[in-house]
């Protein structure tokens, strides 16, 4: 968000866009750079698919981003289990994704309904969101928001690179660790403050597209 925010106030254009293999590719895109919402992935191609929020209030809260039409797969190859999971028999896909839509058709992506973390009180959290502030804050390289014992933990890797290049030591970076939660959590709502805090001293384990493999990192 604060790299669009950015973009946006020196008026460079941006274009997003949403799609998956499975929806060949497309889903969303932005029709003009003037026309971007920040937050958003743009609007969903009307031409093409349809788009639904598994949710009772689409607009306000966020449920599975369903897709329907031409574009979306037949099956996975020689894998009808897989495909049963992901496609209805009506033709409506799973994205795995959740979000909201506005009335004209723009769509904000929240988290994956797999990371999701549901409170004791029926709160949402969606990790991804915490994390995204979290890795702005001061020699926060990347970080993880896992749930452990009812509450949330945070697990940080630091930027050793830069911290070694401005002689920070290892009691220094465990304060400033210890701050960045103390601001996080004034930047959340109340149910999504971060109660626990490990450092780890070596990135997350990666899948090849980059993204962390996250049940790795799972309290048992």
Known sequence: KETETFLKSIR?????????TECAPLICVTPQPEEYKLGSCGKYLKEYLDVKIESADPQR?????????????????????????????????????????????????????????????GQNIYPEEIEDKLNNLPMVLESLIIESKGVLKALIVPDYDSAAKENIGEQELQNMMEENIKTLNTMVASYERVAHLEILKSEFE??????IKRFLYQDK
């Open 12 to 20: 460079f254009p941006i274009i997003v866009g949403y799609g998956m």
């Open 61 to 121: 809260i966020p449920g599975e981003i369903m897709v329907k039409g031409e574009m979306v797969m037949q099956g996975y190859y020689k894998n009808e289990k897989d495909t049963e999971a992901v496609l209805e028999p009506d033709g409506w896909m799973h994205t795995g994704d959740m979000g909201i839509m506005d009335p004209d058709g723009t769509v904000y992506i929240k988290g994956r309904c797999k990371t999701m973390i549901l409170t004791g009180t």
């Open 206 to 211: 990666k899948t090849p597209k980059r993204s």
